[in-house]
């Protein structure tokens, strides 16, 4: 499925595995919670929000994007380089600080959870928080930092994970969104079976090698 998404800088071509994919990552929502099985396309729909976040504005505002340790950082960093290269959208990329600078002069931060005194004092147009089970294992990071660093533009968020323990706080705040009492959350779960580009005779092949929990 190959859509075009407006930024102000022009159109680029985005492709989407499946129209559910498209909606959940395209939801209007202020606070959205992508709750989904491995290799089902977390990371990637949430490359397209972000950077769709960053082009939607001239201001020299950043965008941040928090993963549970500095591997996974790296991995989403490479990753966004990779998809949008090509785009002729990107000034530069600094792999020591792992920034991306966009050409509208916006500015994507990778940072971690291991690390949140790095995440303190800036504030963000617009968030993801990468496996939010683990980044959000301690409540801190999510009440006391990056809550703070969207109050100024009162930035969207986008919390992708797979389902992580019930009782944890991924897991109430997922729960809000499928709450009507709070109207700026949205909630949304997928599994792998649900990535149609994914062969259905491996998806078998791993469900009888590996348990439900780990691989669904």
Do not use: M
Not at 25 to 36: E, G, K, Q, V
Not at 40 to 57: D, F, R
Not at 105 to 111: A, E, M
Not at 119 to 138: D, F, N, Q, R, S
């Amino acid at each position: 499925l190959v859509l075009t998404s407006t930024c102000i800088i022009k159109p680029i071509n985005i492709s989407w595995h499946s129209k559910e994919q498209y909606q959940a990552f395209n939801d209007p929502h202020r606070f959205l919670c992508i709750n989904a099985g491995r290799r089902w396309g977390k990371t990637e729909g949430g490359a397209i929000w972000i950077v769709k976040q960053v082009l939607s504005s001239p201001y020299e505002i950043p965008v941040g994007w928090i993963s549970p340790v500095y591997a996974q950082s790296r991995i989403a960093y490479r990753y966004i380089r990779k998809l949008f290269t090509k785009q002729k959208i990107v000034d530069s990329f600094n792999e020591s600080s792992l920034e991306i600078k966009f050409i509208n002069g916006g500015l994507l931060q990778f940072r971690t959870a291991a690390k949140p005194e790095y995440i303190e004092g800036e504030g963000y147009k617009a968030l993801v928080i990468e496996e939010a089970w683990l980044t959000l294992k301690k409540g801190v990071l999510w009440n006391e930092t990056a809550r703070a660093i969207i109050v100024d533009y009162e930035a969207p968020v986008l919390f992708i994970s797979r389902a992580g323990f019930k009782g944890s706080l991924w897991h109430r705040l997922y729960k809000r969104g499928h709450n009507k009492k709070h109207k700026d959350w949205k909630s949304f779960k997928f599994t792998t079976h649900d990535n149609p580009l994914i062969k259905r005779r491996e998806i078998k092949s791993i469900k009888v090698q590996v348990p439900e929990s780990v691989f669904r």
